[in-house]
């Protein structure tokens, strides 16, 4: 079996270890989970006071209301996962960056799927407020947009790092970094969502987007490619690159 090969043999079951060790693993969020499961009454306070206050906003401007649902629509995880959906398949089918692809999709489905399973262990019910201006069904705590906005803008950023002038990759995470903030005002203005939720949202997001991405460094240096991301996009190896010498 060639070097190519194992690594790609131990690629999936890395991905699989690192969404294990992210459950398991994320002190922050498992402290921020276990003081709301146990309604810890400074934590509780707090949720609820920027809770009333933004919604007290939200009921005196309809406006206001009308711009939240057009941020947690546009940066919302139904609109940002096809799109970086179709980007994967792009670089798998157009540009034949197969392993890449692979990173992608896994990364930001499995970030979709790990929301879902915090969702369910924590058991958090929404907010309920007098005069509601948005209902969302399902559960509270973690807030999908907002882990999915930070796996989704962090993945579109860093696919497109390569191709931009240097001088522009601040920008480009600079934009993702504004986009995500929006997101987790507009869940907490619509009342759908409390801080909490929110912050533990982009805390889940960054820790498993930064360790599939050392996943996927770790394979490219298992096959002997340059660190990423590179300046210029890279032939894969297997197609058409020969495997590094030994030595």
């Given at each position: 079996?060639t070097?190519?090969?194992?690594?790609?043999?131990?690629?999936?079951?890395?991905?699989?270890l690192?969404l294990?060790?992210?459950?398991?693993?994320?002190?922050?969020v498992?402290?921020?989970?276990f003081?709301?499961?146990a309604?810890?009454?400074?934590?509780?306070?707090?949720d609820?006071?920027?809770?009333?206050?933004?919604?007290?906003?939200?009921?005196r401007?309809?406006w206001?209301?009308?711009?939240?649902?057009g941020?947690s629509?546009?940066v919302?995880?139904w609109?940002l996962?096809?799109?970086v959906?179709?980007v994967?398949?792009?670089?798998?089918?157009?540009?034949?960056?197969?392993?890449?692809?692979?990173?992608?999709?896994l990364?930001?489905?499995?970030?979709?799927?790990?929301?879902?399973?915090?969702k369910s262990?924590?058991d958090?019910?929404?907010p309920?407020?007098?005069d509601?201006v948005?209902h969302?069904g399902?559960?509270s705590?973690?807030?999908?947009?907002?882990?999915?906005?930070?796996?989704?803008?962090?993945?579109?950023?860093?696919?497109?790092?390569?191709?931009?002038?240097r001088?522009w990759?601040?920008?480009?995470w600079?934009?993702?970094?504004?986009?995500?903030?929006a997101?987790?005002?507009?869940?907490?203005?619509?009342?759908?969502?409390?801080?909490?939720?929110v912050?533990a949202?982009?805390?889940?997001?960054?820790?498993?987007?930064?360790?599939?991405?050392?996943?996927?460094?770790w394979?490219?240096?298992?096959?002997?490619?340059p660190?990423?991301?590179?300046t210029?996009?890279?032939?894969?190896?297997?197609?058409?690159v020969?495997e590094?010498?030994?030595g």
């Amino acid at each position: 079996m060639t070097r190519v090969e194992r690594a790609d043999r131990t690629l999936g079951l890395r991905m699989l270890l690192v969404l294990a060790a992210t459950i398991g693993l994320g002190v922050p969020v498992t402290l921020l989970a276990f003081l709301v499961r146990a309604r810890w009454d400074p934590l509780i306070r707090l949720d609820l006071s920027v809770a009333t206050g933004l919604h007290g906003a939200a009921v005196r401007n309809p406006w206001f209301v009308d711009a939240l649902q057009g941020v947690s629509l546009v940066v919302g995880p139904w609109v940002l996962r096809p799109i970086v959906t179709v980007v994967a398949l792009w670089l798998l089918v157009r540009e034949r960056r197969i392993r890449l692809a692979l990173w992608v999709l896994l990364t930001l489905w499995g970030g979709a799927l790990l929301g879902v399973v915090l969702k369910s262990v924590v058991d958090r019910a929404r907010p309920e407020l007098v005069d509601a201006v948005a209902h969302e069904g399902g559960w509270s705590f973690p807030s999908g947009h907002a882990l999915g906005a930070t796996v989704a803008c962090g993945l579109l950023v860093l696919v497109a790092a390569p191709l931009l002038p240097r001088w522009w990759r601040p920008v480009a995470w600079a934009v993702a970094v504004l986009a995500v903030l929006a997101v987790c005002f507009a869940r907490v203005g619509l009342g759908v969502h409390y801080l909490s939720d929110v912050t533990a949202g982009v805390v889940i997001g960054v820790a498993w987007l930064a360790a599939t991405s050392a996943v996927f460094e770790w394979w490219r240096r298992d096959v002997g490619l340059p660190p990423a991301p590179a300046t210029e996009a890279e032939p894969e190896l297997g197609e058409g690159v020969p495997e590094p010498r030994a030595g």
